[in-house]
Nanobody, 115 residues
Framework: QVQLVESGGGLVQPGGSLRLSCGAS????????VGWYRQAPGQQRELVAV???????NYADSVKGRFTVSRDNAKKTVYLQMNSLKPEDTAVYYC?????????WGQGTQVTVSS
């Protein structure tokens, strides 16, 4: 059974940092690309960052220079380091592991940026 589990969310003040983790089981993790998405209340889910199976990365303009995505294939985990957090970063963050046609999602972790 394939599982993706996000962790590391929470409440943080503006300007603070969080590191999200996405742990996988049941798949050959190293061949999957992984995307981090977020969805704020009343808004569409948006792509935040992607890391490919070979480690190439791409970011949404809104998080460039603040967020860093990385992966540890031995641990079957992808990380999203989020620095200089802003209130507009508040959302549920999801990870998505895909290797078409296979496509898996985690359950999400809440990130709230507020003073």
């Amino acid at each position: 059974q394939v599982q993706l589990v996000e962790s590391g969310g929470g409440l943080v003040q503006p300007g603070g940092s969080l590191r999200l983790s996405c742990g996988a089981s049941g798949i050959i993790f190293s061949i999957y690309h992984v995307g981090w998405y977020r969805q704020a209340p009343g808004q569409q889910r948006e792509l935040v960052a992607v890391i490919t199976s070979v480690g190439s990365t791409n970011y949404a303009d809104s998080v460039k220079g603040r967020f860093t995505v990385s992966r540890d294939n031995a641990k079957k985990t992808v990380y999203l380091q989020m620095n200089s957090l802003k209130p507009e970063d508040t959302a549920v963050y999801y990870c998505n592991a895909y290797n078409r046609p296979r496509d898996y999602w985690g359950q999400g972790t809440q990130v709230t940026v507020s003073s």
